[in-house]
């Protein structure tokens, strides 16, 4: 399985950005996905994760209300759509698939991971 992360940038606090995930490899929709963030001296954390079916959504809540994750089965992707950034949001993004359908909350219950997108929010 390969995971190709795009659409990070740099943004204005309070504006907008939206990032995708291509997966390539084995059946995209028989696992749940996930977008984790990795800002400098911290640990990963997840933002968001979603079932294989993408009717299980898992929310961190320090984005709650401000991002949301999509998938789209047939186009082997996976969207973080982020909205009212700020700076607290800086960070490397990370798509990563799921050992299982489940929406996990852990690193340990991903396998692959993309090779990240920075977004930087200025203030």
């Known amino acids: 399985v390969q995971l190709q992360a795009s659409g990070g940038g740099l943004v204005q606090a309070g504006g907008s950005l939206r990032l995708a995930c291509a997966a390539s490899?084995?059946?995209?929709?028989?696992?749940?996905m996930g977008w984790f963030r990795q800002a400098p001296g911290k640990e990963r954390e997840l933002v968001a994760a979603?079932?294989?079916?993408?009717?299980?959504?898992y929310y961190a809540d320090s984005v709650k209300g401000r991002f949301t994750i999509s998938r789209d089965n047939a186009k082997n992707t996976v969207f973080l759509q982020m909205n009212s950034l700020n700076p607290e949001d800086t960070a490397v993004y990370y798509c990563?698939?799921?050992?299982?359908?489940?929406?996990?909350?852990?690193?340990?219950?991903?396998?692959?991971w993309g090779q990240g997108t920075q977004v930087t929010v200025s203030s």
């Open positions: 490899g084995r059946t995209f929709s028989s696992f749940a």
């Open positions: 979603i079932s294989l079916s993408g009717v299980y959504i």
């Open positions: 990563a698939k799921g050992r299982g359908i489940a929406a996990g909350t852990l690193p340990g219950q991903y396998d692959y």
